[in-house]
């Protein structure tokens, strides 16, 4: 069974720093391009930043661009987010996401909730 | 960025009801185009790809269609568990973008 178990949320100040952990199990990781999406009543749903299977391509929205680093490492199955400068609207449940040959979203942790607030 | 644009935002329902959801895409994206399903306090779940394609292990009552800029999700007779939030997205280029969700509620 593929399971994604996302950590690594929490509450932070803005301007401050939080890392959301991926771990993936159940299928061949280092086979797939891995999301981060979020989604915020406001925004409803957005993808944040996507990695190819070896690391060597990733992309961001560009509300994250320059704050938020994509990596992966193989060897651990997981997949790993730094945000950095978090700002109010970075509030948001946070899912890690498996990518399908097809380019569908076919396998999702059930998300960590980062809340930015003084 | 690709614009996807859902309609209805809701809908109420009964069980047993035939239910179309629509998704327009603001430029022509052939048949890359996904649905997914969230419950509350739930991540979103595969319906659909490709239009057409029915995920596995998602109920025959659930289709897809469409392709360059017009789609439709049918569910050809509700269930109690159908009642949830449908999400299209397009995977034609980048950034994948999603619509903004369309409520089936009880009637």
């Known amino acids: 069974e593929v399971q994604l178990v996302e950590s690594g949320g929490g509450l932070v100040q803005p301007g401050g720093s939080l890392r959301l952990s991926c771990e993936g199990s159940?299928?061949?990781?280092?086979?797939?391009?891995m999301n981060w999406v979020r989604q915020s009543p406001a925004m409803g749903l957005e993808r944040v930043a996507t990695?190819?299977?070896?690391?060597?391509?990733?992309s961001y929205m560009g509300s994250v661009e320059g704050r938020f680093t994509i990596s992966r490492d193989n060897t651990k199955n997981s997949l790993y987010l730094q945000m950095n400068n978090l700002r109010a609207e970075d509030t948001a449940v946070y899912y890690c996401?498996?990518?399908?040959?097809?380019?569908?979203?076919?396998?999702w942790g059930p998300g960590t909730l980062v809340t930015v607030s003084s | 960025d690709i614009q996807m644009t859902q309609s209805p935002s809701s809908l109420s329902a009964s069980v047993g009801d035939r239910v179309t959801i629509s998704c327009r895409a603001s430029?022509?994206?052939?048949?890359?185009l996904n649905w997914y399903q969230q419950k509350p306090g739930q991540a979103p779940n595969l319906l659909i790809f490709?239009?057409?394609h029915l995920q596995s292990g998602v109920p025959s009552r659930f289709s897809g269609s469409g392709s360059g800029t017009d789609f439709t999700l049918t569910i050809s007779s509700l269930q109690p568990e159908d009642f949830a939030t449908y999400y299209c997205?397009?995977?034609?280029?980048?950034?994948?973008?999603f619509g903004q969700g369309t409520k089936v509620d009880i009637k």
């Open positions: 159940g299928f061949t990781f280092s086979n797939h391009w």
């Open positions: 996401v498996r990518v399908s040959a097809k380019w569908a979203f076919d396998s």
């Open positions: 997205q397009q995977s034609y280029n980048r950034p994948v973008t």
């Open positions: 490709l239009a057409s």
């Open positions: 430029q022509a994206i052939g048949t890359y």
């Open positions: 990695i190819k299977q070896d690391g060597s391509e990733t």
